[in-house]
């Protein structure tokens, strides 16, 4: 198993900031990907950005490319999203989540583990 505890969320004006992270615990050896989802109203859940365990590949939604960056502290088994140049469409519950496959995957259904969600509010 696997937990994930994501933080860092909040409230942003446009143009500003965020860093949201997502500490695992647990058997983290079993998870090769992980990815940040967001989940606006109405809409499904949609990768925004994905990497190794190892960190040796990174994937983004073309959204926010260029825009948001993912990484990992290794010394706090942390994954972390920075979020720049913020937009109000960049509104959403961001989740934090873990697949064990080594098969890269933009499907949420694919992903075996998942942090509870932080919300993230963009204004304008």
């Known amino acids: 198993q696997v937990q994930l505890v994501e933080s860092g969320g909040g409230l942003v004006q446009a143009g500003g900031s965020l860093r949201l992270s997502c500490a695992a615990f647990g058997r983290t050896n079993s998870a090769y990907f992980m990815g940040w989802f967001r989940q606006a109203p109405g809409k499904e859940r949609e990768l925004v950005a994905a990497?190794?365990?190892?960190?040796?590949?990174?994937s983004y939604a073309d959204s926010v490319k260029g825009r948001f960056a993912i990484s990992r502290d290794n010394a706090k088994n942390t994954v972390l999203l920075q979020m720049n140049s913020l937009k109000p469409e960049d509104t959403a519950v961001y989740f934090c989540?873990?697949?064990?496959?080594?098969?890269?995957?933009?499907?949420?259904?694919?992903?075996?583990?998942w942090g509870q969600g932080t919300q993230v509010t963009v204004s304008s």
């Open positions: 989540a873990a697949r064990s496959s080594s098969s890269f995957s933009r499907d949420a259904s694919d992903y075996d583990y």
């Open positions: 990497m190794t365990w190892s960190g040796g590949s990174t």
